[in-house]
């Protein structure tokens, strides 16, 4: 059974730019989530994914943005990148419709924002 | 507002003994909690869980209590073993699996 992969490990962005995260879920699982972990802090929620739709999100503006694709991979993309967007990034895998399963992470994405 | 909160940041344990990692939260709506740690450089891994018609379930070394009328949930774990040393986080959802963090406590269990 094939885990929850991210991709990159880490990335150095400039205030400003865009940037594009990718996540693989589980096998099996039909629902993504993303997180954002700031340093010393828990995971914050920014949005879920199902059959390629939205269906949650977060207290986090219109600048993150994502996607699921039929193979049930996820992007989160973030523009205009501002320093406090430094963080961890973190992708869950679930199966849908199964209640009260939890969720299933990557290692995350280690962005930092200069 | 902080709806999940682990009030200690750090606890230190003895190898063997029992550790007691603490959380409290503050929405009624939450009804399925969950226990996840973490080591550098990995995501947050899933420990135990509890639905909030139970009061305690247990998984070898690892017990969740659930008080609702106090919002208190604690993990027990025994004996603590070196290997668990990391941050434990607490986490909560209620429709929709959509968790809410506490902030984490690191726990190290010395040799």
């Known amino acids: 059974e094939t885990g929850v992969t991210q991709s990159p490990t880490h990335l150095i962005k400039t205030r400003g730019q865009q940037v594009t995260l990718r996540c693989s879920s589980q096998s099996g699982h039909n629902t993504v989530s993303w997180y954002q972990q700031a340093l010393g802090q828990g995971p914050q929620f920014i949005f879920q994914y199902y059959r390629e739709e939205e269906n949650g999100r977060g207290n986090f503006p219109p600048r993150f943005s994502g996607l699921q694709f039929p193979n049930y991979s996820s992007e989160l993309n973030v523009n205009a990148l501002e320093l406090d967007d430094s963080a961890l990034y973190l992708c869950?895998?679930?199966?849908?419709?199964?209640?009260?399963?939890?969720?299933?992470f990557g290692n995350g994405t280690r962005l930092t924002v200069t | 507002d902080q709806q999940v909160k682990q009030n200690s940041p750090s606890l230190s344990v003895q190898e063997g003994r029992i550790s007691i990692l603490n959380c409290d939260y503050t929405n009624s709506m939450f009804d399925y909690f969950l226990w996840y740690k973490k080591y550098p450089a990995e995501g947050p891994t899933f420990l135990i869980s509890i639905s909030s018609i139970k009061d305690k379930n247990e998984d070898g070394r690892f017990t969740v209590f659930l008080n609702k009328s106090a919002k208190h949930l604690s993990l027990h774990i025994v004996p603590s073993q070196p290997g668990d040393s990391a941050v434990y986080f607490c986490?909560?959802?209620?429709?929709?699996?959509?968790?809410?963090f506490g902030g984490g406590t690191r726990l190290m269990v010395k040799p």
């Open positions: 986490a909560a959802s209620g429709a929709g699996n959509m968790l809410t």
């Open positions: 869950a895998s679930s199966p849908q419709g199964v209640y009260n399963s939890p969720l299933h």
